[in-house]
């Protein structure tokens, strides 16, 4: 398994390090009480200082932190090194806990039309600990300012950045995540635009966890998808098609499934006509669900579909059978919706 930077530095600091001294730092890291190398009591008192002279005991540090005026929705611009800023969100569930929203790269190279980051280009990877931090970050805000019960219950990538061209990184944030908390693989969905070699390695990879995975479907049409999602080609849409029958038989079952993402954009891909396309192509895989997202603005030529649009859209995958969910948009009084993350004030 590939290491993290993190792990790579700690045996470079301390060479035949015990693995329990390696369990021990690991399970620090994951205690949201513990907020410096210093406090970490069940090392040896020269281990922790030297640990505290030579790594950060975060990776990023929290550059502002704001919350919607509901106070359901809070997002981080949290530095990384380098300068660069990325963003996370951590956003209150419906089953009244809470769902963070991780990014996995600084920018995008994707270049989605409606997508705040692509406009940003791809900056860099993000390292394995970068993104798990992100997490421990949320963690200890959740100590500092919520309710003693309230816990992360599900983590979304979803964030800045395509996690598939991350491949390794995310992969070893995802595993070290799972190692560490009670959060299980179906609680947290890994989002792509659909890189369809890493998503064969997906089915190939052993050590691959099998959380969820969500794809960016955004149309049924191929002149369309091409136009809004500028990675896609001709045979974009059987291909996808193909693997996603391959992945149900293979893992599809009531509580790991697989979803489409669909971002609703008004006369683009909003029309009954998208809609038959739309459930026709699913019908063709399985049961795989439908996520309608209601577009955030992002400054970039396109509008939102109406609510009775979406409705109607709605009602056409119904009637064929098709299970849809729309997404509920929360944060965008303070532009942490899904699609407008991006940074501000760039050094
Ligand atoms: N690169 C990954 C993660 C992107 S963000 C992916 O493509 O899936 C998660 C979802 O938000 C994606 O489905 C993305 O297409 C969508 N999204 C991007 N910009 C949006 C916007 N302005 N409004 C609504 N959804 C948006």
Redesign the pocket.
């Known amino acids: 398994m590939a290491y993290s930077n993190r792990n790579q530095q700690i045996v470079e600091l301390f060479p035949k390090l015990p693995n329990y001294r390696l369990a021990q730092i690991e399970e620090a890291l994951f205690s949201p009480e513990i907020r410096s190398w210093l406090d970490v009591s069940t090392l040896p008192k020269a281990m922790r200082e030297k640990l505290d002279k030579d790594m950060p005991f975060m990776s990023v540090t929290v550059d502002e932190i704001v919350a919607s005026i509901d106070g359901d929705t809070h997002k981080a611009a949290i530095i990384v090194e380098g300068g660069q800023k990325i963003e996370t969100v951590l956003m209150k569930n419906k089953r009244g806990m809470f769902t963070i929203c991780v990014s996995s790269q600084v920018g995008?190279a994707?270049r989605?039309g409606?997508?705040?980051?692509g406009k940003m280009g791809l900056i860099r990877n993000l390292e394995a600990e970068e993104i798990i931090d992100q997490l421990r970050l949320w963690q200890q805000y959740l100590v500092d300012n919520m309710g003693e019960d309230d816990r992360i219950s599900n983590i979304v990538?979803?964030?800045m950045?395509?996690?598939l061209a991350n491949y390794e990184n995310v992969k070893s944030s995802l595993n070290t995540i799972l190692k560490h908390t009670d959060i299980g693989t179906t609680r947290i969905t890994v989002?792509?635009?659909g890189v369809l070699p890493r998503l064969e390695q997906v089915l190939a990879d052993e050590d691959w966890p099998h959380v969820r995975m969500?794809?960016?479907l955004?149309s049924a049409d191929k002149a369309t998808r091409k136009e809004i999602v500028p990675t896609s080609y001709d045979d974009f849409l059987p291909k996808l098609a193909d693997w996603s029958r391959r992945y149900l038989e293979r893992f599809g079952n009531r509580r790991h499934h697989l979803t489409f993402?669909y971002?609703m954009l008004k006369d683009i891909n909003d029309t009954k006509h998208h809609a038959t396309l739309l459930a026709n192509f699913v019908n063709r895989i399985g049961t795989v669900r439908v996520n309608l997202?209601?577009?955030?603005?992002?400054d970039c030529g396109f509008a939102a579909s109406t609510i009775d649009t979406i409705t109607a859209f709605r009602e056409t995958l119904d009637k064929k059978g098709v299970v849809v969910t729309t997404r509920r948009t929360q944060g965008e009084d303070i532009a942490a919706?899904?699609?407008?993350l991006v940074k501000k004030n760039e050094k």
């Open positions: 995008c994707m989605c409606f997508c705040a980051t990538y979803m964030g950045g395509e996690p989002s792509t635009v969500a794809v960016s955004h993402e971002v997202i209601p577009y955030n603005f992002t919706a899904c699609g407008q």
